[in-house]
């Protein structure tokens, strides 16, 4: 009787889920028996085999949502200050700082 280690059972395991192969040929092409296969899939498919990936992913996305989170943050704050911030003006008698906005009537004159 052949001792297989971790790695092998679980390569092999990982195979059977995701290579669409039936279990007799992944079986047939690793040299091992099918109930040995089906022993294998029920002691390591509730592992970390396939939840790593996903728990990686969802590592990710609430990294990802902080990091969205913090910027629109910073966003508004920056927003709020040029709004509430005093106009002032510039060495060429522009303004800046606020919004300021002008009558329509005064762009129409020709």
Request: charged letters at 30%; a positive charge; aromatic letters at 4%.
């Amino acid at each position: 009787m052949i001792k297989h280690s971790e790695e092998f059972k679980q390569e092999a395991v990982r195979i059977a889920l995701t290579s669409g192969l039936p279990r007799e040929r992944v079986a047939a092409d690793l040299g091992i028996g099918k109930s040995t296969l089906g022993k294998w899939l029920a002691q390591y498919r509730p592992t970390d085999l396939t939840s790593a990936p996903q728990a990686d992913l969802a590592r990710e996305n609430e990294r990802l949502r902080l990091e969205n989170r913090v910027l629109k943050e910073e966003r508004d704050i920056l927003k709020n200050c040029r709004r509430q911030g005093p106009p002032v003006c510039g060495r060429n008698g522009s303004w800046y700082g606020s919004v300021r906005r002008v009558a329509a009537d005064s762009l129409l004159e020709v």
